[in-house]
């Protein structure tokens, strides 16, 4: 097997992440359903929209699916921001999965700014399949309300 | 209806006892669930009796809290047994078996619940302590009792009560088929029961007692209990934000977790029978925990203790009975309840809801209104925190 000798990067991140908000650059998870948000998504690409490269989209099948230990898994693995997005009230796939999810979302946002995590680091936001231009635009006001708030504590330390 | 029982030999452990044998003689009850010491050991858990003669070991009130019965209830609920049971519980044990059956995990059709204002719960150490004064813990269970419903107290002699006790919010029973009223009572010359239900007043009729009343001073001695314990939950919520409120501290708070997952053993809320955590899916690939060694420069192990603590607290986030048991129970002596309590009593106010106030209340998680909180929808809110 041949090894490959690898030249470093230009200008790598440092190892340790900083807090230092003019080297900051959010990292948001986004939970997307299946059936109208991650559709969207697919539209804003094959329609070559573009949005900040700082959302990680996880697909899940419904809003309804995301239990709040996903939420707060990403948020202890150093999130600056997560967001929930699926199907308009009354459009839902599985009928009422988002209905459920935002209660579960309200039950969270009362449990993290407790521990330091703001409220508005955690979004839930409904947009349908056909709404390409939306998502985009979505995508990129989230990017730049997570850049006004700043790095999450979490994302500093190793949360045991 | 209200029916009184007379106490007897200056004796409400040995009165109980007797009340209880004769719902077994008469065939009121086919067992009872008291709770009990085993052999001479001073622990009591709870003990399901079916033979009259079997109950000189019941200690129905004493500070011996080491088993939330809700789940205990479930075991013996779970499908129908064709009997009658009467099971004597603490408020928080009614409130967990309430919260269980809306979880389908237990029916209250067979059963007849017996709640008694709360004798309240020593920790642990403190038990041992307790126990370890006398020879003869029977006095000691008497003067306990004596102590504890006379007005609102946080300690008897030496013992603080736990936390969890000293800001519990309903000591009295809410949603039993009878309600025992110790509280303010003359305990030496009788016990006052109330039948809530119409199974209550069939049990009460059947062991033909006496008219009773409502002690006199138990109204005024709730309402200082209440006015007490709002006052100690405000300061106990302080100091757990001033304990918590970042991840950092959260980080300290919990530095002591061994990951052992006791609290989630005894709690009587936590009812999965196949929990997240015991599963794959935090079974990391070794790469996992070098890549966070990598980004952290260091990883301290076992790890996920936060991510596990703040899961149950969402998990049960709703209904959290507050019983105290996960602190009774954390071997590092973590003083989990205290933040359960304090987070959990304050979340469910979104939902305006209380575990175990009401049988027909569902749970919040469970259902949903089409236009609600819709305020937290969209982006660039601004919602208070």
Same mark, same amino acid.
């Given at each position: 097997m041949t090894q490959t000798v690898m030249e470093p990067?230009?200008?790598?991140?440092?190892?340790t992440p900083s807090l230092n908000p003019d080297a900051f650059e959010p990292v948001a998870v986004a939970f997307v359903c299946n059936w109208c948000t991650y559709t969207a998504a697919d539209l804003a690409g094959t329609s070559r929209l573009t949005y900040p490269d700082n959302v990680r989209l996880v697909r899940v099948?419904?809003?309804?699916?995301?239990?709040p230990q996903y939420v707060i898994k990403a948020f202890l693995e150093g999130a600056d921001a997560v967001l929930v997005s699926g199907c308009h009230p009354g459009d839902c796939h599985y009928i009422n999965g988002n209905y459920k999810a935002r209660r579960r979302i309200k039950l969270l946002k009362q449990i993290l700014p407790r521990f330091?995590?703001?409220?508005?680091?955690l979004r839930l936001t409904w947009i349908g399949a056909s709404d390409g231009i939306e998502f985009a635009q979505t995508m990129t006001r989230f990017v730049e309300e997570i850049r006004g708030l700043g790095p999450c504590q979490a994302r500093l330390q190793q949360v045991i | 209806m209200i029916a009184s029982i007379q106490t007897k030999d200056h004796s409400i452990t040995r009165t109980l006892q007797d009340f209880f044998a004769g719902m077994l003689k008469t065939g009121a009850a086919d067992a009872v669930l008291v709770p009990s010491r085993m052999s001479d050991s001073p622990y009591v858990k709870p003990c399901l009796i079916?033979?009259?003669?079997?109950?000189?070991? #019941?200690?129905?009130?004493?500070?011996?809290?080491?088993?939330?019965?809700g789940p205990m209830m479930s075991r013996l609920t779970? #499908?129908?047994?064709g009997s009658t049971l009467v099971a004597w519980l603490r408020p928080c044990e009614i409130r967990a078996f309430v919260e269980l059956t809306k979880l389908r =995990?237990?029916?209250?059709?067979e059963v007849v619940i017996i709640g008694m204002d709360c004798p309240m719960a020593l920790s642990r150490t403190d038990y041992d302590d307790w126990a370890g =004064?006398?020879?003869? $813990?029977s006095d000691d269970v008497e003067k306990w009792i004596q102590t504890v419903y006379q007005k609102p107290v946080t300690q008897v002699d030496a013992w603080p009560v736990s936390r969890a006790c000293q800001v519990c919010d309903a000591p009295y029973p809410v949603n039993?088929?009878?309600?025992? $009223?110790?509280?303010?009572?003359?305990l030496d010359r009788e016990i006052a029961l109330r039948a809530d239900t119409e199974k209550g007043e069939k049990l009460l009729a059947e062991m033909d007692l006496s008219e009773g009343q409502e002690p006199e001073r138990r109204k005024a001695l709730l309402a200082d209990l209440e006015t007490e314990r709002t006052e100690a939950f405000q300061a106990m919520d302080e100091e757990m934000l001033d304990q918590t409120g970042s991840i950092e501290s959260l980080n300290r708070f919990f530095s002591?977790?061994?990951?052992?997952y006791n609290c989630r053993s005894v709690?009587?809320?936590?009812?999965?029978?196949?929990?997240?955590?015991? #599963?794959?899916?935090?079974?990391?690939?070794?790469t996992q925990y070098l890549s966070w060694a990598d980004k952290w420069g260091q990883v301290s192990l076992p790890n996920d203790t936060v991510f596990f603590h703040l899961t149950r607290l969402a998990h049960i986030g709703c209904t959290?009975?507050?019983?105290?048991q996960c602190t009774l129970a954390c071997p590092s002596h973590i003083p989990v309840s205290d933040l359960f309590i304090s987070v959990t009593r304050n979340a469910r106010k979104a939902f305006d809801y209380v575990p175990?106030?009401?049988?027909a209340e569902p749970l919040p998680l469970s259902v949903f209104q089409e236009?609600?909180?819709?305020?937290?929808?969209? $982006?660039?809110n601004k919602e208070a925190t």
């Open positions: 990067e230009q200008d790598s991140p440092p190892k099948m419904c809003t309804g699916m995301v239990d330091g995590i703001d409220a508005q680091r | 079916a033979s009259h003669d079997r109950l000189d070991r #019941t200690v129905p009130l004493g500070p011996g809290f080491f088993v939330n019965a779970r #499908t129908r047994a =995990q237990g029916a209250r059709e =004064q006398g020879n003869d $813990m039993a088929d009878v309600s025992v $009223m110790l509280l303010g009572g003359d002591a977790c061994v990951n052992c709690c009587p809320v936590c009812y999965c029978k196949e929990c997240v955590f015991n #599963t794959d899916a935090v079974a990391y690939a070794p959290c009975v507050g019983c105290g175990g106030r009401d049988d236009s609600e909180f819709t305020d937290i929808v969209g $982006m660039g």
